[in-house]
């Protein structure tokens, strides 16, 4: 088994830092606790790329400075210095330093933009070694020949396996999608004991965005959020003539470089988002330290649906364009787009499984959030479903699809006016070429919904007319979807209430017929093990049959997420020793429960207390499989569950994913209004994956 990995490449732009974020995907998910080394990282104001990205995505408990040894600044001096040892000493004890709070170090090697590549290939061979790293090699494969890159691939295997490398693994990377099959079947007859992989070059990976730009020009937002940082450039251009001759060389994409005094180019080119006669431009970046007078940023502050980040940097317009032709990209820490697109890639064409057997990893104990998400989106990629979204024209909503998408998890469908819905994509910046855009109001699908619905409720006074209308809405239309079959479950509730998600659904999906009730469960990812709370979010004051049924359903949905499930009635007393109404409810419920699943492991009444600490447990219900080791609790009403499982979220920085809904013939599932677009790639997963568990019994 091995316990470290290095990264490494022969040539500059490689895309290794992609694959060092698909490999660390990989990791997390199998590993309990892992590392991230670099050996080497080059000195400035801002903090290295990779570590803060691999950082921020992966929590992993260490700061900065445990991750890397020495600057290129003082590497270089102590060669220089004739210090060579010392250097090698120096990172030496660094990474064993991090090794041993670690269950697995994955290492990095410098970026091949020094002084001499060859001597840094020398350097990362040595370093490889001394850490007793086998090595993963990445080679550069943009705008090379199939003959090149064989030859490419070769001298990689020559040059680490000539420094005593044990070469683990060859990423061939950045291929020309159309020399793919051929250069495959050409590689698969070279001599080599590594496996050898190969990633296609993805133009809108390759592209830089807005927010890169900014940082490497040493820019200031002046306006704009975030998110429209995150926008790629397709190219760009210096706008020096005047506005009308100027619009008829914007493209989609277009960076715009321009004097900050030239507010005829400033508003204009702000102005293009809102013409349907011209395309989206990427963003504007003002040159020479000047921003527009106070009038014309009181109006450009006013453009609050402009989705357009505006930046200034102190260099005048040549210079600062020279400089944005020579920017290296890079995957940002914050832009979540990129990063699917660069996992999307690297699970679609590398094989985990295979990899992940030729290190042998052993897979934790331990469950941590990022461990439990990751296990979503693959179990959910197993079998991909076709998932359905009413709020087509919410922003979160289109940026988690297009992560989905980016990522192969799911089929999607939106909801919504197409003409709407396709300007926002745009405004936005999105890429969903994959997901569909149906009007509920003009589909064809209208009319035989509105029949279908006519029939199922008619005997509750419906009118064909008033099947008509609620056939326009979007959440009655999406149910429906999922009714017929067309989709296999429906999410959600980012900009409708609880009811207006979850209601249609009762009307026409129905219950389970194991099931009396609908209910919910949250999935509470700690740091170290998930756990299931049920019921937060729909019932408010359950009866004991209904606790029952919450309890039984809550126990499946466990299992069907891989957590055991071991079932704790929740009271304020524990065993006989209470009295009283509420108690008596819980004691009622646990009866119910056990006599309906005599095969579940179920305990109750019990306190939190005594359903988590083996202590109390010990103490108040010594000869309980339950007491002490319970991972499914359930709350005697909506109040205490409600309250609780926020309490929990907050003090405990557990990771609440939910609430997903049990007990209808086929998944729909409600966000929060408040929900982040995480939230919200979650929940799509969790419903794809109760759409499996509906196709694997139907």
Do not use: W
């Not at 592209?207 to 890169?212: C, D, E, H, M, Y």
């Amino acid at each position: 088994m091995l316990r470290n990995l290095y990264v490494a490449t022969m040539e500059a732009r490689s895309g290794k830092s992609a694959v060092v974020l698909g490999i660390m995907e990989m990791l997390s998910r199998r590993t309990g606790k892992v590392g991230f080394f670099r050996p080497v990282i080059r000195a400035g104001e801002s903090p290295d790329n990779d570590i803060s990205l691999i950082l921020g995505r992966y929590k992993l408990g260490l700061d900065y400075e445990d991750l890397y040894a020495h600057t290129h600044e003082e590497a270089r001096a102590m060669v220089v210095e004739g210090r060579y040892d010392v250097l090698l000493k120096g990172i030496l004890s660094k990474y064993k330093e991090l090794e041993s709070r670690c269950d697995f170090v994955l290492c990095e090697g410098t970026d091949l933009t020094g002084v001499s590549s060859a001597f840094e290939f020398d350097f990362n061979a040595l370093v490889a070694n001394h850490l007793g790293c086998q090595v993963v090699a990445v080679v550069n494969g943009r705008e090379k020949s199939a003959d090149e890159l064989v030859a490419a691939v070769h001298a990689s295997r020559q040059a680490f396996t000539g420094e005593g490398c044990a070469v683990l693994a060859i990423m061939v990377n950045r291929v020309d999608p159309g020399e793919m099959d051929s250069l495959r079947e050409t590689l698969r007859a070279t001599e080599g004991g590594e496996f050898i992989y190969l990633l296609p070059e993805d133009p809108e990976l390759a592209r830089l965005t807005v927010g890169a730009i900014s940082r490497a020009l040493g820019g200031r937002c002046v306006h704009g959020q975030p998110e429209d940082l995150n926008r790629a450039v397709r190219d760009y251009k210096v706008a020096a003539m005047h506005l009308p001759n100027f619009l008829d060389h914007v493209e989609d994409g277009t960076l715009v470089i321009t004097s900050g005094d030239r507010a005829d180019v400033i508003l204009g080119s702000l102005a293009s988002v809102f013409s349907e006669n011209y395309p989206n431009i990427a963003g504007l970046v003002l040159t020479g330290g000047l921003v527009p007078e106070p009038p014309v940023m009181r109006l450009i502050e006013g453009l609050r649906k402009a989705p357009i980040a505006v930046v200034t940097v102190e260099t005048d317009t040549y210079t600062t364009a020279a400089r944005v032709g020579s920017i290296h990209t890079a995957i940002a820490p914050n832009d979540e787009r990129r990063i699917a697109s660069a996992l999307g890639l690297f699970e679609s064409h590398v094989d985990t499984a295979e990899l992940e057997e030729r290190i042998a990893l052993v897979r934790s104990t331990r469950v941590t959030p990022m461990m439990f998400e990751y296990e979503l989106i693959e179990r959910a990629k197993s079998d991909r479903q076709h998932i359905v979204l009413p709020e087509g024209g919410e922003e979160r909503i289109l940026r988690a699809a297009e992560i989905l998408l980016k990522r192969g998890v799911v089929d999607i469908t939106l909801l919504g006016d197409e003409e709407e819905i396709a300007k926002k994509i745009a405004d936005l910046g999105l890429h969903l070429e994959g997901a569909g855009i149906v009007d509920p109001a003009s589909s064809e699908l209208h009319r035989d919904f509105a029949r279908t619905y006519f029939e199922l409720r008619k005997h509750k006074g419906i009118s064909e007319a008033m099947a008509g209308d609620a056939m326009t809405d979007v959440s009655y239309f999406g149910t429906m979807m999922v009714h017929a079959g067309m989709v296999g479950g429906m999410v959600s509730g980012a900009v409708h209430t609880t009811q207006h998600t979850i209601r249609p659904s009762f009307e026409i999906i129905r219950l389970h017929p194991d099931y009396t009730i609908v209910s919910s469960v949250f999935f509470m990812c700690l740091d170290d093990r998930v756990l299931v709370y049920g019921d937060c979010a729909v019932n408010p004051d359950p009866s004991a049959e209904e606790l029952a049924d919450i309890a039984i359903g809550s126990a499946a949905t466990a299992a069907m997420f891989a957590v055991e499930p071991r079932v704790a009635m929740l009271s304020y007393s524990t065993g006989e020793s209470g009295k009283g109404a509420d108690v008596d409810k819980v004691r009622e419920a646990t009866r119910i429960a056990r006599e309906r699943r005599p095969d579940l492991k179920i305990e109750g009444p019990i306190q939190y207390d005594a359903a988590v600490d083996t202590g109390v447990a010990r103490t108040k219900l010594p000869e309980s499989e339950v007491a002490g080791r319970a991972t499914v609790f359930i709350f005697p009403d909506l109040n205490t569950g409600n309250n609780t499982y926020k309490a929990v979220q907050r003090s405990a920085g557990a990771v609440a994913v939910g609430p997903v809904l049990q007990g209808l013939e086929k998944p729909v599932n409600d966000l929060s209004r408040g929900c982040t677009v995480t939230d919200i790639v979650n929940t799509v997963a969790i419903t794809a994956i109760q759409a499996q568990a509906v196709g694997s019994r139907s």
